[in-house]
Every structure is written in structure tokens, then in C-alpha cells.
């Protein structure tokens, strides 16, 4: 039965919210999935027929994203995380796999490197542990609060999609961009912030959760040695490029994404690393 949305405080500066819903059958194992800057929990759309088979799907919103209220204030990856950290102790999880795109890959990396018990499994989708320069990201940021996400769609959807994509499914790209524009510009430009600040190099090696890095072969926003170089970090990680694909891999290349992320999470659970269902 799926469970009410739940809203619980991020600790950023002058308070603020994440938006979640938490549905699946009951006695799954929990599995978050982290979105992506500028997208909704729909970004996960492709993948969510197949994992709601096997686990309970915890689904947040990013402040500002998907209609979830943003504060203004200094945001950073760490509190971002412990937003998500006091969501699961208000659904009671005690454990759960992550699978997370772009900055939801670095919410989940912080999340397995300073709660390892709490994190089981680990899949980064297109990501990076450090992405500068951090002056480009505080220009973005203030872009979008002078001019709104508008001034900004056609570059970012042009690192989203390769060419292809956008010429084979103009729809998908109609429906990622009004979506991006609806982003509250407040909330954008503070992640924005929080991934300039970002560096997450050192503490990859405390991550030991079963971790599998997936980059696309074509992504410029983060390309795949940004992947390699995570996955040389953590130990046992593994990395696979996915051919044909630009920075949202999930959603331009959902069959390979989804095959390699519920292979990953299904090895996890039978080599005892499974989730724990919250109570």
C-alpha cells in the first residue's frame, strides 16, 4: 500500500523542506532514488516499473524541484543529505539501497561515506565526487536568479540529450524542459551553490557499500572519467559506460540504466547487503 507524502525539515539556512512518497509492497527492502538538478522524481520514470517489483520506492524532491518549497540560504551537499537522513528516521528506515543521478549521485556518495550502516547498496548514475570551477556554478546560480531557469533551458538541455535523442523525441525533451522551467529559481541556484562547494574526493574511500558508477559515453556535464575517477576511490566499485548517452543516461538510455542498476541491487541483496523495510 503506498504511504502518504511525508515533508521533513533539510538543514539549510532558513529552513525549507524535502517532499517525499514512499510506496511499494510491504516488507521490501527501501530504495531511494536521488534526482537529478533541475528535474523532478519523474526523471526516474523509466525505472520505476521495474524496481517497484522488488523494493519500496522512497522518492524525494530537491528544494525548489518538483513543486517542494526553497529557502533561500547557503546550501550544501552535507545538508542536502541530512535532509534525506531525517526523512528515513521519520519513516522509520533504519537501512536502505540508494540510486541516485547527478547531484542526487552526490547526496547519495556523502550519505554512504558518513552513514555507511544506513546505506546498503550504491548506484551512481552520471555524477561526480568534485565539479568545478566553482565560480562557473555561482554564476549559474546568479543567471537564474536575475533572468529565472528560462535564460538557462537551451544549454542545459543541450548537456541533458545527445543530438539524436532530442531529434527522435522531441516530446521528451518538450516535457524535461517545462519541467525544468518550473524549477523555483531560489532552489536552483542554491544547489547550484552546494555543487561548487563540493568536493568529495577524500572521503570516497570510507564508502562501503556495494557501489556500481555509470557514466554516458557521450555526457559533457559530467563525462566518464569523472566516473572512473569515483570508482577508483571506493573499493570493490565498478564502473560501466553506457554507449549513446549524454547526462541524463536514465531517461535517454532507460533500458541499459534500468538492466545494470537492478542487477547491481539484486547482487547486493543476495549477498546479504539488503535494505532494511521501515517500520
Do not use: K
Amino acid at each position: 500500500m503506498a504511504e502518504p507524502s511525508a515533508v521533513v525539515p533539510v538543514a539549510l539556512a532558513g529552513g525549507g523542506g524535502v517532499s517525499a512518497s514512499l510506496a511499494g509492497p510491504d516488507g521490501a527492502p527501501v530504495l531511494v532514488l536521488g534526482n537529478s538538478l533541475g528535474t523532478s522524481a519523474a526523471v526516474w520514470a523509466s525505472q520505476v516499473p521495474t524496481f517497484a517489483t522488488r523494493f519500496r520506492l522512497l522518492r524525494y524532491e530537491l528544494p525548489g524541484h518538483g513543486g517542494t518549497p526553497a529557502a533561500p540560504g547557503a546550501y550544501t551537499v552535507g545538508g542536502l543529505a541530512t535532509g534525506v537522513l531525517a526523512l528515513l528516521d521519520s519513516l522509520g528506515v533504519e537501512r536502505a539501497a540508494y540510486c541516485g543521478i547527478s547531484l542526487g549521485g552526490m547526496i547519495g556518495m556523502w550519505l554512504a561515506a558518513h552513514e555507511p550502516d544506513r546505506i546498503s547498496a550504491l548506484g551512481l548514475v552520471c555524477t561526480s565526487a568534485y565539479l568545478p570551477p566553482a565560480d562557473g556554478w555561482r554564476t549559474r546560480a546568479a543567471q537564474v536568479r536575475t533572468a529565472g531557469l528560462a535564460s538557462i533551458t537551451a544549454p542545459v538541455l543541450g548537456r541533458w540529450f545527445t543530438p539524436g535523442f532530442s531529434q527522435r523525441a522531441p516530446q521528451v525533451i518538450r516535457r524535461f524542459s517545462a519541467e525544468f522551467e518550473r524549477t523555483d529559481p531560489v532552489g536552483y541556484a542554491g544547489c547550484c551553490e552546494a555543487i561548487g562547494a563540493m568536493d568529495l574526493r577524500a572521503e570516497l574511500p570510507a564508502i562501503t557499500a556495494p557501489t556500481l558508477v555509470l557514466a554516458g559515453a557521450e555526457d559533457p556535464a559530467t563525462p566518464p572519467e569523472h566516473g572512473a575517477a569515483i570508482a577508483a576511490r571506493i573499493d570493490g566499485a565498478r564502473l560501466e559506460v553506457v554507449p549513446d548517452a549524454a547526462h541524463l543516461a536514465a531517461v535517454e538510455a532507460a533500458g541499459p540504466v534500468t538492466a545494470a542498476l537492478e542487477a547491481h541491487l539484486r547482487a547486493a541483496i543476495r549477498s546479504g547487503g539488503g535494505a532494511a523495510a521501515g517500520s
